[in-house]
């Protein structure tokens, strides 16, 4: 097929391809929208995965089958894009065919990182990433075998409270002397670590994985580098996610850890954008680029590619956020967690609800770590993004409302 003069070809029917694709036809694009994705299925959403995979309802479409026909926009699933070539300007796909754009998309996201260790090829070794990974996790509920989750991070950790609820016994082994060591404050990792171990969870920190133990090509267990084994009849690695950055590499694109962006989502070609998961963009005036996982980072980059496209302002910078649900609290994070913060506990209106605010030296809100309180979460956002210095005592007090702790002086205490 000869380049479609126009045509936007978006490489991922994921999150962001499926919401890259619904805003630009409601922004009144009118050229060729072509989606190609790997995987079976229509877009779907991936958080209920770790959070409902023992439920018929975890899949979840992102939009009704007939709203891609009705909208015009090319659906090709099951289909891999395997090379671009620039100077072409085409996608080469896994049929052999050859589409053509005027710019292309890439929405390929990140795959599960493997675990590198002997064993780990063993039946009932799962990752999570995808309806099938989140069915057969689901089938070994039914199982009731034990769980052991080698990964103390959001996933790994939603994944245990679904398969506490249901009685599953479950060990999570976590390298670093803490879960949640990379994205969260050592403050929510002790309040976390002590609700799940609450309710049943054997949680190992500072524990190494040498093996997984197999018995006629079945885990039975992990191997630990103490000497010890932990007995399973399932093993989730939920050990992270590398972006999908192959595609983007072998075509010359600027690659570091994903595909580099600007705050529009371009990366080093301007015909080319990348959004989502595998892409890292500038989020602050630092200049620093971040690859971040989560679909309020994709569904804001989605929108600054629609507004490149169209020709529109860029829309205003949003503050990163994300949310993870472990048995009853809704965690909801704001901002970019960094070592060093000052941390300020706010008791929440519910109970055991609670913020935790992370100030920087000049007492402006960097990061809010919240469980079960909404308006701390949405305050915060505010507070950051208008970077207004906080008395840290007001803050601390929940007598003191937010509305009031936003007009105190900062004491400095
Ligand atoms: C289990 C789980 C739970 C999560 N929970 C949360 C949560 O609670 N909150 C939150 O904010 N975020 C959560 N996330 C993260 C969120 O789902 C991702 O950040 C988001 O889906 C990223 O969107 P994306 O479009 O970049 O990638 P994806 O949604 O992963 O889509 C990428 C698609 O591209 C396809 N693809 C890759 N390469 C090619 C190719 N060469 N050709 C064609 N297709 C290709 C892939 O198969 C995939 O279907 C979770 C993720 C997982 C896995």
């Known amino acids: 097929m000869s380049p479609v003069s126009g045509a936007v070809v978006i490489v991922g029917a994921g999150h962001g391809g499926a919401t890259l694709a619904a805003l630009l036809r409601q922004s009144g694009f009118d ?5 190609i994705g790997s995987e079976p299925h229509l877009p779907y ?24 026909a009705d909208n015009d926009i090319v659906v090709r699933t099951g289909v891999s894009v395997t090379a671009f070539d620039r100077p072409s300007r085409t996608v080469q796909i896994s049929t052999g065919e050859r589409i053509g754009y005027a710019h292309l998309v890439l929405a390929t996201g990140s795959s599960p ?54 009685d599953v016994p479950v060990t ?6 803490r879960i949640l060591a990379r994205v969260a404050s050592s403050e929510l990792s002790q309040r976390l670590t002590d609700y799940h ?25 992990v191997e630990l ?37 600007d705050s529009c989502g371009r990366t080093s070609d301007p015909s080319v954008f990348a959004i989502g998961d595998v892409a890292r963009r500038p989020i602050d005036d630092t200049g620093a680029l971040f690859r971040l996982e989560s679909i309020p980072n994709v569904t804001e980059q989605a929108k600054q590619v629609v507004a490149a496209l169209t020709g529109r302002p860029q829309p205003e910078p949003e503050v990163p956020w994300f949310w993870s649900d472990q048995f009853d609290i809704k965690l909801k994070i704001a901002g970019l967690v960094r070592p060093g913060a000052r941390i300020v506990h706010r008791p929440g209106k519910k109970e055991g609800s609670f ?24 305050a915060a956002k505010k507070f950051i993004s208008q970077r207004i210095p906080l008395s840290p005592n007001a803050l601390g007090d929940p007598s003191v409302s937010l509305h009031e702790v936003a007009g105190a002086t900062p004491v400095g205490s």
């Open 45 to 68: 959403h991936r958080p209920p995965l770790s959070k409902k995979f023992g439920d018929p309802g975890f899949q979840q479409p992102i939009r009704p089958p007939e709203f891609y």
């Open 355 to 378: 913020a935790l605010y992370h100030l920087g030296a000049d007492e402006t809100v960097h990061a809010v770590e919240t469980a079960n309180a909404p308006s701390d979460f949405i």
């Open 172 to 177: 999570v082994v976590e390298r670093e002397n």
């Open 113 to 166: 990182r493997r675990l590198a260790v002997r064993g780990s090829d063993a039946a009932g070794v799962l990752t999570l990433r995808t309806i099938e990974d989140a069915a057969a996790l689901g089938r070994s509920l039914e199982a009731q075998g034990a769980l052991a989750i080698i990964g103390g991070g959001y996933v790994g950790m939603e994944v245990a409270a679904v398969a506490r609820s249901h």
């Open 31 to 35: 050229e060729p929208v072509v989606m």
């Open 225 to 261: 580098a103490d000497g010890s084994t932990i007995s399973a009849d399932t093993v989730l690695a939920g050990i992270g996610a590398v972006p999908d950055d192959g595609i983007a590499h072998a075509a010359g694109l600027a690659c570091d850890g994903g595909v580099l962006v």
């Open 197 to 221: 171990r609450a309710r049943g969870t054997d949680i190992r920190v500072g524990a190494i994985v040498t093996g997984v133990g197999e018995q006629g090509g079945r885990a039975t267990g």
